[in-house]
């Protein structure tokens, strides 16, 4: 092989590596950092910047003309919760119900998890 074909193939790996949309064909932003920020120090700060991906993850999507990965939806919606923005929430759950019916027990589980901390409080 001559030093342009390896170029070549240099340039394609370095833009296929620091390229943000995956294999599967999903956006996915600065979702692990902010994620393992948010689990690292759990705090107000770090929620709302994982919150601030998510929504840039399915608005960078939809402009991308991508489906919203699985899950972030849903997990938008639970952040949602954590504010009692319960209108937003359940919109958002909705949606990853359409998107992704078979996470419909999951999302059960889930709302009623938040439902009975809610009448907890």
């Not at 340039?11 to 692990?32: A, N, Q, T």
């Not at 939809?62 to 972030?72: M, N, T």
Request: charged share 30%.
């Amino acid at each position: 092989m001559n030093t342009k074909h390896i170029a070549v193939i240099v340039f394609c790996l370095l833009f296929i590596g620091c390229s943000s949309v995956s294999l599967g064909g999903y956006y996915w932003g600065k979702y692990s950092y902010t994620y393992h920020d948010l689990l690292k120090e759990p705090s107000s700060n770090t929620r709302a910047a994982h919150e601030e991906t998510l929504r840039d993850i399915i608005e960078k999507s939809k402009e991308k003309d991508l489906r919203v990965p699985p899950g972030v939806h849903a997990e938008l919606a639970y952040l949602l919760s954590f504010r009692d923005a319960n209108e937003e929430a359940l919109g958002h759950f909705e949606i990853e119900r359409k998107l992704y019916p078979e996470s419909q027990r999951f999302l059960e589980r889930l709302l009623s998890t938040q439902t009975n901390k809610r009448d907890v409080k």
